[in-house]
């Protein structure tokens, strides 16, 4: 050997394991009450399933009670179906401006039945 000292790690007083317990206990506490809410609120913010998809129908695009946003949404992505708007009573101007405007299988028969009516 060579006459250097040894450095030992020397064990930790009892008082001063029993300070530092609360603190890492409080600590711990802490964490998992901060996962339990987080998990809490993600559970919460689930309360039922989704409603499923609508389906894009001509009675869909026809009946009076369809919110208008549907039918703008209709007018929009189911070209198939604006002959259909057209016969919607709530159908407004510019709803039925934009249908006349972009077309669509049957558009101008039923704005044609719709003007001469």
């Known amino acids: 050997m060579t006459g250097r000292p040894r450095h030992r790690h020397r064990p930790a007083a009892a008082s001063e394991v029993a300070q530092r317990l609360p603190q890492r206990a ?3 506490n802490a964490r998992s009450a901060g996962r339990h809410a987080a998990g ?5 913010l ?3 399933p989704p409603a499923p ?3 894009l129908t001509p009675l869909l695009a026809c009946d009076p009670a369809t919110d ?9 992505e189911a070209p198939e179906l ?5 016969a919607n009573p709530n159908a407004d101007a510019a709803l ?8 669509g299988p049957g558009v101008n028969a039923a704005l044609t039945v719709l003007l001469d009516g």
């Open 82 to 86: 604006r002959r259909w708007l057209v």
């Open 40 to 44: 809490q609120s993600r559970q919460s």
């Open 26 to 28: 409080a600590t711990a």
């Open 68 to 76: 208008p946003d549907i039918l703008w949404h209709i007018a929009r």
């Open 96 to 103: 039925l401006e934009y249908v006349a405007q972009t077309g």
């Open 53 to 55: 998809p609508i389906a």
């Open 46 to 48: 689930i309360v039922e």
